[in-house]
């Protein structure tokens, strides 16, 4: 996936800026401080897109991840599950504590890029908790208050 996206950045898209979307799990960088997530790697070589991206791109690249307070998550073709609310001490709740229903936070300038002990709670990866510095993870967060999965609809493109 790295090499397609740095094959699009370098060729088709050459010189210009590009949006590229893909699930939080496969474009958050620095993978290696993810620490649990890596374990379900089965190789220790493994790393993922935004990680593999950071490297060529540095500061050029622009990771934006999303996270939800409540609602719903699934592929097309399978089923939904419940995206729980998260516990009061999780990024999730503070945002949702200001009543908003969308926000934006940007890391990108935080004092705390670098630093490890910056932890804190979020579920971005896979609606599940994890304590990570995520300011080493994303330059930014699209919180969704209720997030809704994809539908099939019969309609023919």
């Keep these: 996936?790295?090499?397609n996206l740095m094959w699009l950045?370098?060729?088709k898209f050459e010189g210009r800026k590009i949006i590229?979307?893909?699930s939080n799990s496969h474009i958050f960088k620095n993978y290696p401080e993810i620490g649990i997530y890596n374990k379900y790697s089965g190789n220790r070589d493994t790393t993922n897109t935004g990680?593999?991206?950071h490297e060529f791109l540095g500061e050029d690249l622009y990771i934006l991840g999303f996270t939800s307070y409540n609602g719903k998550a699934g592929r097309l073709y399978s089923e939904t599950y419940n995206i729980?609310?998260?516990p009061r001490n999780h990024f999730e709740s503070w945002i949702y504590d200001t009543g908003l229903p969308y926000a934006f936070v940007n890391f990108a300038n935080s004092p705390f890029i670098?630093?490890?002990?910056r932890k804190f709670f979020m579920k971005t990866i896979t609606h599940k908790h994890s304590y990570v510095n995520w300011f080493n993870l994303?330059?930014?967060l699209f919180y969704i208050e209720k997030?809704?999965?994809c539908e099939h609809t019969n309609d023919e493109l």
């Excluded at 670098?114 to 002990?117: I, M, N, P, S």
């Design 20 to 22: 590229f979307w893909g």
């Design 9 to 11: 950045i370098n060729h």
């Design 147 to 149: 997030m809704y999965s």
């Design 138 to 140: 994303y330059d930014g």
């Design 1 to 3: 996936m790295g090499d």
């Design 51 to 53: 990680t593999y991206i």
């Design 114 to 117: 670098g630093e490890t002990e």
């Design 84 to 86: 729980d609310e998260p």
